[in-house]
């Protein structure tokens, strides 16, 4: 989230830890600086200020489990305190919303029972799943979030055209998330991309296994199951092959 703001950076850094010159300070001269706000990263020049960050994290101390309605404004006040600016006027460059589910196994033995969202296929990441392309207005993830919880994380891009049913062309910003009509549009929206994605009840565990083709054949078919691209990658490289 963004902070238009002309107080000035010297203001925020007496609340600030780890403060030094950003990046781009130090490769253009900028006056602007880097910090942590608790959890935050926090950005800030003479023009504005940027936090980027979990606000159930900030408020909990731990993101497992997403904070609700009333905590989200006891946090949002908190943080007006902190910093001594209006925060909840800052405009959302993206939204988060995710919690966690508890699971009787560990969380990598599921993904692979995950099938596409669409026209969209998985793209396997080192502790889950991601599906999302560039210029789209949600990304879904599901990940690894200690051995038996599976995060589920719907991450909505374009705020501003997502929330334009409601907000009619206004940037949303930091208090419109209390606003209940955009509260609950957004956990709609988290459920309904969930169900979104194909799911795989179970791996089969028994095949009639003769000779050498049945096992050829329960390999393909695991695979095909296991990694659903497979289809697509070998229609490519047939279609190719043609060229």
């Not at 030094?20 to 490769?27: E, F, P, Y």
């Not at 910093?83 to 006027?89: P, R």
């Not at 207005?137 to 690894?144: D, E, G, L, N, Q």
């Amino acid at each position: 989230m963004r902070l238009n703001t002309n107080v000035g950076y010297k203001h925020i850094v007496p609340f600030l830890t780890d403060t030094k010159q950003s990046d781009r300070s130090l490769k253009t001269g900028f006056p602007e600086i880097q910090g942590k706000l608790h959890n935050y990263a926090v950005t800030a020049n003479d023009a504005f200020v940027t936090l980027i960050g979990s606000i159930s994290e900030y408020w909990k101390f731990n993101n497992t489990i997403s904070i609700n309605y009333n905590e989200l404004k006891l946090a949002i006040d908190t943080l007006n305190d902190e910093l001594k600016l209006q925060i909840n006027k800052a405009h959302l460059l993206r939204v988060d919303v995710s919690n966690s589910l508890p699971v009787s196994v560990d969380p990598n033995v599921i993904f692979p029972l995950f099938g596409r969202k669409g026209k969209q296929y998985p793209k396997r990441l080192p502790d889950g799943i991601n599906y999302g392309n560039k210029g789209r207005s949600y990304w879904t993830s599901f990940y690894k979030k200690g051995s038996d919880m599976l995060r589920y994380e719907l991450k909505i891009m374009r705020p501003k055209s997502v929330l334009q049913p409601i907000l009619k062309g206004k940037k949303p910003t930091l208090e419109d998330l209390l606003n209940p009509n955009i509260y609950n549009l957004l956990l709609k929206r988290w459920q309904q991309h969930y169900y979104k994605v194909e799911k795989i009840k179970e791996l089969p565990q028994h095949f009639d296994i003769i000779g050498t083709k049945d096992v050829d054949r329960a390999r393909a078919e695991l695979i095909k199951i296991m990694y659903p691209e497979i289809d697509r990658i070998i229609d490519a490289a047939i279609e190719q092959r043609h060229c």
